[in-house]
């Protein structure tokens, strides 16, 4: 076990720099006029530009620009925001918003798993009956209908109807936070009602639940004794990743109530160029993501005792 | 029965007045800006950017501000004058103005010698990075000798001697700013300069404790925030969350603050981050905002439905600063790096340019503009309105556009004419034919992609080319970008036409016109759009070296203003009868508002239009007799 976690550690800091040196790289192949906002090509001479990128190390050799970076990434610094927040570290950047992000998408999170997981659980249950045929039918209505548009009703009836706040306020942090969390709630409620349904469905064909029930179990012992165990551990390998990807946030939602988080920090630093915050967004996004995978493995070891680390039938 | 009339008119004047007087100005203001233009520094000194400018000028007072008519009025500046023609120029200060912090704690005294600090900043490559000196390099004596004084230093002993340079010594030996006394500042300009008090409406004037300095350092400055920056304007920041919100709350140490009449403030500004126009609409319908400018497809829902809630609410917004052309791209490329050689042969060739001049009525493209009253966003001239005017009061773009022989007109496109149109077609095609170009000729356009606004005029131009060209002689292909249409398509020179907007940094015709000139590496538009510079037609080039002359002979008149306007304005028409540019519209859009625009700061050139002060709101939507009225009072 603890071999295996050595070795799969040193594999995701292999990938994270992979990641972030391809990333480094590829930036460096823009022209160097984007490092410039659109006033400045039009306000600074060439010669001021070109000293700047100097001073800058920006006219280096990308390997060597590379090896600078790295050296600075080992002490945790990624540099300053060049167009974000003009001058501000990009840790600090970051950290301004996801806390924000992670507070908004964990409550989501929590609300959609809850309700998403017992909506699931009794549309596998009474499969065919009359709960079965709206969890369906809301679930092709969440998938069915474009996000904006159902973000859109939401606004409307929570903005025009109850008279919540339209937009995310830090002055009313909890009741400008409703209609976000309902946003991300509706939307992922839908998504573990269809996957646990879906398991569950499976699991109630296979043949140990019908031995179960030849035994004598009932429904009730069935279904939670064995079948929602057996169901939840496909669900339980994600759940890490779940969780620590709500630090990134939501894009569409926090662009739509001006959430001041993760969600458009990743594409406003991409259309404005702000490299050393596209950096800080990826070496983020990359580490969560392999870490994620990581503690998604290992749950499900805990979850389900068949699965074993060590050995050839070791996963992944 | 006419004084039954009169009596009745009477009375219902007296009561809609006592209706309007009973409605309450707003105290605490909402406004927004979309989620692109959030704030990027909090430095004042470090940006050109309006995005920022809009904020700082709430938080600092520069020397001068301009009113609801764009004359300029006092600031931090109580008068100003030269003695000398303009050579050297005189700021009196307020005595008694203060720097606070975020608390309201008073910091310091202001005096003259922040704004010597303050040029000396930002003419230091060290420090500002070489942001915001175009203006300083062209107007303050010595300023770019200083700035090149600052580089060479940084490369030989490093940026830290740069940085640790004050505006003592060195730069008071150089650089043409003193303080005279502790309200006493001269500024000694480039060479006389009767407009030199409109830059001092801009940030790179603004000014900079030295204590501020000490406090944060140079670093610290850089990379200012709302709580490390000193405030002497009519706000402070009370709280701000990047991509949400800013709260600007009263400075109690402002200098005016007792001076409601004139200086007027809201108690809370409330700058609001959306992601889009339609939001801002959505949300004025839920009342969190106190205004809302239109997008085309909301504008047309309202105008369109004579019950909309709205329909008697909707505004014309006074037009922005900004004065929109079609330049051309003289040296046009492929995708592949090669040459267009039939854009650029036709380009060239002046009765082909001329067509868009002459042989286009751009109503139904102005039309996706300003869908209920298209011809008010005409614009015949290439500098903007109100940037200059004569001593007898005309205004110098009306000038410009009397200069070509034209007026405008509320219900016609004058500068379409259909016989000079049909002429030129017919002496294009002949000389093009003969020069190997052929037909039709593709004109590259771009716009951002996914913004419908942009398509829409788009294809509002394509439509209006294809009805006056004909699709046997020019078709415009519409094409998309992904953020930057400088970097992404000018850059490569990938596109025939732009339309740009340019709105001036001070109040003098060269503002508009340097951009344009030939061989020199400071005009804008030339070097990064049209590259006229690169163009091999001996005619054009001809015709460029004219206009530039035209334009260097204007700028060299300094002694009478009146004179030197004249010369600028026949450049001018010059430059666009020979259609190197073509004017095409001001920027007049539609709104619901509870703010009456016509008291709002109006800034022709500067930055000062988002300063909020003497706003007058009313807590009831104005309705568009309310504008009307307003406008006509202007």
């Known amino acids: ?316 | 029965m006419k004084k039954l009339l009169s009596f009745v008119l009477a009375m219902v004047m007296i009561l809609s007045v006592a209706s309007f007087a009973s409605a309450d100005e707003i105290k605490e203001l909402h406004t927004y800006e979309t989620q692109s233009r959030e704030i990027e520094t909090w430095n004042v000194l470090m940006s050109q950017k309006a995005v920022d400018n809009n904020v700082m000028v709430n938080l600092v007072d520069g020397l001068l501000t301009n009113n609801n008519k764009g004359e300029l009025i006092p600031a931090a500046a109580k008068e100003w004058y030269s003695e000398d023609g303009g050579a050297t120029w005189t700021f009196k200060l307020n005595e008694g103005m203060k720097w606070v912090d975020q608390n309201g704690t008073v910091k310091a005294d202001v005096k003259a010698s922040d704004w010597v600090t303050a040029m000396e900043w930002v003419v230091n490559f060290s420090k500002n990075n070489g942001t915001n000196t175009s203006m300083p390099f062209q107007m303050v004596k010595g300023a770019k000798e200083y700035y090149e004084y600052t580089k060479e230093l940084a490369a030989a002993e490093g940026e830290e001697a740069a940085k640790a340079l004050t505006a003592d010594g060195k730069f008071a030996e150089m650089v043409g700013v003193k303080a005279e006394d502790d309200l006493t500042l001269v500024y000694t300009a480039t060479y006389p300069m009767s407009y030199f008090p409109t830059v001092c409406t801009y940030t790179s004037f603004y000014p900079l404790s030295p204590e501020l300095i000490a406090e944060i350092g140079v670093d610290g400055y850089k990379a200012a925030e709302p709580a490390t920056i000193w405030y002497t304007g009519p706000y402070i920041i009370e709280s701000f969350t990047a991509g949400n919100e800013k709260v600007f709350k009263q400075n109690p140490e402002y200098f005016y603050a007792n001076d409601t009449e004139g200086h007027k403030r809201f108690e809370r500004v409330i700058i609001k981050m959306i992601e889009s126009q339609d939001a801002a609409y959505q949300l004025f319908q839920t009342g969190e905002l106190d205004h809302a400018t239109l997008s085309p497809s909301n504008l047309n829902i309202i105008s369109n439905n004579p019950s909309n809630e709205f329909y008697k609410n909707l505004v014309e917004a006074r037009p922005t600063k900004y004065s929109y052309q079609i330049h051309f791209n003289f040296d046009k490329l492929f995708e592949d790096g090669t040459a267009d050689e039939n854009w650029n042969k036709a380009v060239a060739n002046e009765a082909f340019r001329q067509l868009f001049y002459y042989g286009l009525d751009l109503t139904q493209y102005l039309r996706t503009i300003n869908a209920i009253n298209p011809l008010a966003c005409v614009n015949y001239a290439y500098s903007a309105n109100n940037v200059a005017g004569k001593s007898d009061g005309t205004d110098y773009a009306a000038m410009v556009v009397a200069a070509q022989g034209l007026s405008y007109a509320s219900d016609t496109y004058m500068r379409y004419d259909a016989d000079k149109a049909a002429a030129l077609k017919a002496q294009a095609k002949e000389e093009l034919t003969a020069a190997g170009v052929t037909f039709p000729v593709s004109i590259d356009y771009y716009i951002a992609g996914g913004d419908q606004t942009q398509l829409d005029r788009a294809n509002a131009l394509k439509q209006t080319i294809s009805d006056y060209f004909g699709d046997d002689f020019a078709v415009l292909n519409i094409n998309t970008y992904v953020s930057s249409i400088a970097k992404e398509v000018a850059a490569l020179h990938k596109a025939s036409i732009y339309i740009n907007g340019w709105g001036a940094d001070f109040g003098d015709p060269i503002n508009f016109l340097s951009q344009e000139t030939y061989g020199e590496d400071s005009a804008y538009y030339t070097v990064t759009y049209s590259f006229a510079n690169n163009a091999t037609d001996e005619n054009l080039i001809a015709v460029y070296k004219e206009f530039t002359d035209l334009t260097n002979a204007a700028h060299a008149i300094t002694d009478d203003d009146d004179a030197r306007y004249d010369a600028f304005a026949k450049a001018e028409a010059y430059f666009l009868e020979h259609a190197l540019c073509v004017p095409i519209y001001y920027d007049v859009q539609w709104e619901l508002t509870c703010i009456n625009d016509y008291t709002r700061v109006y800034s022709p050139y500067g930055s000062q239009t988002y300063r909020y002060v003497n706003w007058e709101t009313n807590d009831q939507i104005y309705t568009s007799e309310d504008y009307a009225a307003f406008a006509a009072a202007q």
């Open chain 1, 1 to 316: 076990m603890a071999k295996y976690l050595l070795k799969r550690l040193l594999q995701s800091v292999v990938t994270i720099l992979l990641i972030v040196s391809v990333v480094f790289l590829l930036m460096r192949l823009m022209p160097t006029d984007y490092y410039f906002s659109e006033d400045e090509l039009m306000k600074l001479t060439e010669d001021q530009k070109q000293s700047r990128l100097e001073a800058e190390g920006l006219l280096d050799p990308p390997l060597v620009q590379l090896g600078n970076f790295l050296v600075r990434l080992s002490r945790f610094d990624l540099g300053t925001s060049r167009r974000i927040q003009t001058n501000k570290p990009v840790v600090d950047v970051i950290g301004s918003r996801f806390g924000v992000s992670m507070r908004i998408g964990l409550t989501a999170l929590g609300i959609a798993l809850v309700i998403g997981v017992v909506l699931g659980v009794l549309q596998a249950r009474f499969k065919g009956h009359a709960i079965d045929h709206v969890g369906t039918g809301y679930t092709v209505f969440i998938n069915a209908v474009p996000t904006l548009v159902s973000y859109s009703l939401v606004l409307i009836f929570g903005a025009r109807v109850l008279g919540l706040p339209s937009l995310y306020s830090v002055r009313k942090v909890q009741q400008s936070s409703i209609l976000p969390i309902a946003c991300l709630t509706l939307t992922s409620i839908a998504g573990y009602m269809l996957w646990t349904r879906r398991y569950m469905v499976d699991e109630l064909n296979k043949d140990y639940i019908r031995l179960a029930k030849l035994k004598g179990l009932n429904d009730r012992q069935v279904m939670f004794r064995h079948v929602l165990k057996n169901a939840f551990v496909p669900l339980a390998q994600y759940l890490p990743y779940s969780v620590l990807m709500t630090v990134g946030g939501s894009l569409l939602v926090e662009k739509f109530f001006s959430v001041p988080g993760m969600g458009p920090l990743l594409t406003d630093a991409i259309s404005r160029y702000d490299t050393n915050v596209v950096q800080g967004c990826v070496l983020l996004y990359a580490t969560l993501g392999v870490v994620g995978v990581l503690l998604g493995d290992l749950l499900m070891v805990l979850v389900d005792p068949r699965i074993s680390l060590s050995g050839k039938g070791e996963v992944r």
